[in-house]
């Protein structure tokens, strides 16, 4: 990774942690304040999903590495896996939120932390994932009673994960598994120590800064759109044209419209069909993790089976 991309996910970890501090302070100033779940949709829509949009020219370079010509293979296997998810979650969700919610926890952490870290050890990949937990942790810890209600919505109704859940948060399990994850943090931060790799804590902190003041969906928005979707973005843009960032943020809006408007186009659909039968919050938190679900598998497939083959 360039030193440019690095020395811009380190400021953007300071803006961020800076940012987030202003943005809860006036929100616990104002309680009265209430941002919709549609402004989460939009946000995740506009900000959160493009940073997958330029996924059709990794599966080019995918597709070159086993010499296949054809591009309609990546986006109809693209395709097949997201609606696979998507047909699994409607009969098996409590598995598919379990395995949605660990794969996610890794990504997380990797993406969010990988600019600092030179290394690719089993070691560091598990780091990552306890790393990138805390997304998990943190709603499950200040709100667990909003998460579960989440959780409800999002058609889980087996009765065996609640009482999980419940022995989990009565036996210090959540508490006991944030330890685990601000270990992960120092481990990282002490792994071939260099001073600038404290940007990690910033992360940290604004994590559970954000869901103790905020609402699970909120903070949520708040972390996947402005820390975790744009600093995948900055890298793409750089990697477009490593010597105009002007120029390769245009490249990357251009490139990316295409797929986000599409998503964006399907999401409303579906919005207007499970509208009939649902609320609008309901509706909309459904949109956002199953349909974020549905794209997160195939996008972490290609970035796994592309770094793995360029190796």
Same mark, same amino acid.
């Given at each position: 990774m360039s030193n440019k991309i690095k020395?811009?996910?380190l400021n953007h970890s300071f803006i961020f942690f800076f940012v987030v501090n202003i943005f809860c302070i006036l929100i616990f100033k104002y309680s009265n304040l209430n941002? #919709?779940?549609i402004l989460c949709l939009f946000l995740i829509l506009i900000i959160g999903v493009s940073?997958? #949009? !330029?996924?059709h020219i990794k599966g080019n370079k995918l597709l070159k590495l086993f010499n296949l010509k054809s591009t309609y293979i990546f986006y109809v296997t693209?395709? !097949?896996?997201s609606v696979a998810v998507i047909t699994t979650w409607m009969l098996l969700p409590s598995v598919t939120l379990i395995i949605f919610l660990m794969i996610a926890s890794y990504h997380f952490g990797k993406e969010d932390t990988q600019f600092l870290i030179n290394d690719r050890s089993y070691f560091t990949q598990m780091l990552y994932f306890f790393k990138g937990f805390l997304i998990i942790l943190a709603p499950l810890y200040f709100h667990f009673q909003?998460?579960?209600e989440i959780f409800k919505l999002l058609l889980i109704d087996n009765e065996m994960f609640y009482l999980s859940l419940n022995f989990i948060e009565t036996n210090k399990v959540i508490q006991l598994a944030i330890i685990c994850s601000t270990l992960s943090s120092v481990f990282l931060f002490l792994k071939n120590f260099e001073i600038k790799k404290f940007v990690i804590f910033l992360d940290y902190f604004s994590i559970l800064i954000l869901n103790y003041y905020l609402s699970p969906l909120l903070a949520f928005t708040v972390y996947f759109c402005f820390l975790h979707s744009i600093r995948h973005s900055?890298?793409?843009t750089i990697e477009l044209d490593p010597n105009n960032v002007a120029n390769g943020f245009r490249l990357f809006v251009k490139k990316a419209l295409p797929l986000t408007i599409l998503t964006g186009i399907f999401s409303f659909i579906a919005l207007y069909l499970l509208s009939n039968s649902y609320n609008l919050d309901s509706a909309i938190l459904k949109i956002i993790f199953i349909g974020l679900a549905s794209l997160t598998f195939p996008h972490i497939l290609l970035e796994y089976f592309l770094e793995k083959n360029e190796k």
């Open positions: 020395k811009i996910n941002i #919709s779940t940073h997958g #949009s !330029l996924d693209y395709i !097949l896996i909003e998460t579960i900055i890298s793409l």
